[in-house]
């Protein structure tokens, strides 16, 4: 019999992604470039409703009409290149998948070329690493919303489920579910910093690393409660085997990244979108992989004697305040983006409905984001997170303990990107008066861009002639 479902290529994500639609009671075709791996994956999993094919004709005819194609390869010329080889074995209606983290630019463009051949395309963001992948992904799909139809009883039973509910919406059309997905990971980036930062201070502070799992692991049980929050706790736990020492401590502090974190920032430059929080992130991983550069420097460059064991005792609640009210900023950010974007291009998205497809499978799942449901069902025409009356009693109770973290770190020569960036976004955005009154009189001073007046009508532009300055 012909399968359901076909998927193309067999690294780690594919593996797993075959499993778990196989284990759904669906036949799945597998395709891979050297069909060595194809062979070995199909000889791994013995008595499973698993078609091994090595020609992409042969796996192309083993699949039912309209055959649902998902391509798990690198993002990038690999998808084109696949889609290339695909597009002449094709009949009218079949679907094509992209589950990969590809730039949402691509999908725009390879969705027009499908659609031009009279195929049917999907860009879909997929959420959970390898185990995610297995037992059950955030998806975050962006096409045509008579495809998502075809494809919604499958990626349904494939997704995550939380209170009954899979983890997979159809985000929009087009470019909008590689979009969200990128969004998702300029977040993960931001979660992940701001836990970094916590940690830091916790071991300025003089606290065991054994001590410091035992305090995420806690959190890990409150309103913080979350996939990298409890990640973190057992990767403090974790021993060397060889030296019996704390593992994370013999890990090089040098950060990787691959991409998504970066084009968050530069979507939100192009959209005039304050991503601070995120952006902290992405230019700590750059600073981080600049080792060499750093250790050179920290004995030229002068900062204070960190005496943070001194206030070891209060800092893990005003640290877990700090690290909630950044979060929130950075969610607040990451939404504000989505919206903004999302308006422009005319996506119709349901800003309640990521938030509460994110709540499971994907890296950032969370207890909290229900609350980001609740925000957007309760208001969808909500300017800014920060202003939901959960959000803002939240920001109001913590951001005493909040400043108080970064005014410490600050003293003791810490760096707090993440921290600081979200409360510098809190405290500008609730400032009646900043002081681009001074800048605008700058402008006006060397370029004549002209100024408004606070005690004249909105719109009315004014310039003055300054003074002339020499030299
Ligand atoms: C996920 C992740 C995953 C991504 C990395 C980000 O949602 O499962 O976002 O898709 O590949 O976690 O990678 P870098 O940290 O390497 O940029």
Same mark, same amino acid.
């Given at each position: 019999?012909k399968?359901?479902?076909?998927?193309?290529?067999?690294?780690?994500?594919?593996?797993?992604?075959?499993?778990?639609?196989?284990?759904?009671?669906?036949?799945?075709?597998?395709?891979?470039?050297?069909?060595?791996?194809?062979?070995?994956?199909?000889?791994?999993?013995?008595?499973?409703?698993?078609?091994?094919?090595?020609?992409?004709e042969?796996?192309?005819?083993?699949?039912?009409?309209?055959?649902?194609?998902?391509?798990?390869?690198?993002?990038?010329?690999p998808? /084109?290149?696949?889609?290339?080889?695909?597009?002449?074995?094709?009949?009218?209606?079949?679907?094509?998948?992209?589950?990969?983290?590809?730039?949402?630019?691509?999908?725009?463009?390879?969705?027009?070329?499908?659609t031009?051949?009279?195929?049917?395309?999907?860009?879909a963001?997929?959420?959970?690493?390898?185990?995610?992948?297995?037992?059950?992904?955030a998806?975050?799909?962006?096409?045509?919303?008579?495809?998502?139809?075809?494809?919604?009883?499958?990626?349904?039973?494939?997704?995550?489920?939380?209170?009954?509910?899979?983890?997979?919406?159809?985000?929009?059309?087009?470019?909008a579910?590689?979009?969200?997905?990128?969004?998702?990971?300029?977040?993960e980036?931001?979660?992940?910093?701001?836990?970094?930062?916590?940690?830091?201070?916790?071991?300025?502070?003089?606290?065991?690393?054994?001590?410091?799992?035992?305090?995420?692991?806690?959190?890990? $049980?409150?309103?913080?409660?979350?996939?990298? +929050?409890?990640?973190?706790?057992?990767a403090?736990?974790?021993?060397?085997?060889?030296?019996?020492?704390?593992?994370? $401590?013999?890990?090089?502090?040098?950060?990787?990244?691959?991409?998504?974190?970066?084009?968050?920032?530069?979507?939100?430059?192009?959209?005039?979108v304050?991503?601070?929080?995120?952006?902290?992130?992405?230019?700590?991983?750059v600073?981080?992989s600049?080792?060499?550069?750093?250790?050179?420097?920290?004995?030229q460059?002068?900062?204070?004697?960190?005496a943070?064991?001194?206030?070891?005792? $209060?800092?893990?609640a005003?640290?877990?305040?700090?690290?909630?009210?950044?979060?929130?900023?950075?969610?607040?950010?990451g939404?504000?983006?989505?919206?903004?974007?999302?308006?422009?291009?005319?996506?119709?998205?349901?800003?309640?409905?990521?938030?509460?497809?994110?709540?499971?499978?994907?890296?950032i799942?969370?207890?909290?984001?229900?609350?980001?449901?609740d925000?957007?069902?309760?208001?969808?025409?909500?300017?800014?997170?920060?202003?939901?009356?959960?959000?803002?009693?939240?920001?109001?109770?913590?951001?005493?303990?909040?400043?108080?973290?970064?005014?410490?770190?600050?003293?003791?020569?810490?760096?707090?990107?993440?921290?600081?960036?979200?409360?510098?976004?809190?405290?500008?955005?609730?400032?009646?008066?900043?002081?681009?009154?001074?800048?605008?009189?700058?402008? /006006?001073?060397?370029?004549?861009?002209?100024?408004?007046?606070?005690?004249?009508? $909105?719109?009315?532009?004014?310039?003055?002639?300054?003074?002339e300055? +020499?030299g």
């Open positions: 019999s399968s359901d479902f076909g998927l193309i290529g067999l690294a780690v994500m594919g593996q797993n992604l075959v499993l778990n639609v196989e284990s759904r009671g669906f036949q799945v075709s597998v395709y891979n470039r050297t069909s060595a791996v194809t062979d070995g994956f199909v000889a791994a999993h013995p008595g499973k409703k698993l078609v091994g094919c090595d020609t992409l042969s796996f192309v005819q083993s699949l039912a009409r309209p055959r649902k194609i998902q391509i798990m390869v690198k993002a990038g010329a998808v /084109d290149q696949v889609i290339e080889q695909l597009v002449p074995l094709l009949d009218k209606d079949d679907i094509v998948i992209d589950g990969g983290n590809s730039l949402y630019t691509d999908t725009e463009r390879r969705d027009a070329y499908m031009s051949k009279g195929l049917r395309f999907i860009g963001g997929v959420s959970g690493g390898e185990e995610g992948a297995r037992k059950g992904p998806i975050m799909p962006g096409g045509p919303l008579s495809t998502w139809e075809v494809m919604k009883p499958i990626f349904e039973s494939i997704a995550a489920k939380v209170d009954g509910q899979p983890c997979v919406i159809h985000i929009g059309p087009g470019g579910g590689h979009y969200v997905k990128m969004i998702h990971n300029g977040i980036y931001g979660d992940m910093q701001l836990i970094c930062e916590a940690y830091s201070l916790f071991k300025a502070a003089g606290f065991s690393t054994d001590e410091m799992a035992a305090i995420f692991n806690a959190w890990n $049980e409150g309103e913080l409660q979350s996939y990298l +929050i409890q990640i973190t706790g057992k403090l736990e974790q021993k060397d085997p060889e030296t019996g020492q704390p593992l994370v $401590e013999l890990i090089l502090d040098k950060a990787g990244q691959k991409g998504t974190g970066q084009w968050t920032l530069l979507n939100a430059a192009e959209n005039a304050v991503i601070s929080t995120i952006n902290a992130a992405v230019e700590a991983r600073l981080s600049q080792k060499k550069q750093r250790v050179a420097a920290s004995t460059l002068q900062g204070p004697a960190p943070l064991d001194k206030v070891k005792k $209060e800092l893990v005003k640290v877990h305040d700090a690290l909630y009210a950044s979060k929130v900023i950075s969610y607040t950010q939404f504000d983006l989505i919206k903004t974007m999302g308006e422009k291009k005319n996506w119709g998205l349901d800003f309640g409905g990521i938030a509460s497809i994110w709540r499971g499978g994907c890296i799942r969370a207890r909290f984001l229900n609350r980001i449901t925000a957007y069902r309760g208001n969808p025409a909500l300017a800014n997170l920060m202003l939901d009356p959960f959000f803002k009693d939240l920001l109001n109770r913590t951001q005493q303990s909040w400043r108080e973290v970064v005014a410490l770190a600050v003293s003791n020569g810490i760096p707090v990107p993440a921290f600081s960036a979200s409360l510098a976004y809190y405290d500008s955005y609730r400032s009646g008066r900043l002081s681009a009154n001074l800048l605008q009189a700058q402008r /006006d001073f060397f370029g004549a861009h002209t100024y408004e007046r606070i005690d004249k009508p $909105e719109g009315q532009f004014f310039h003055t002639d300054w003074p300055v +020499i």
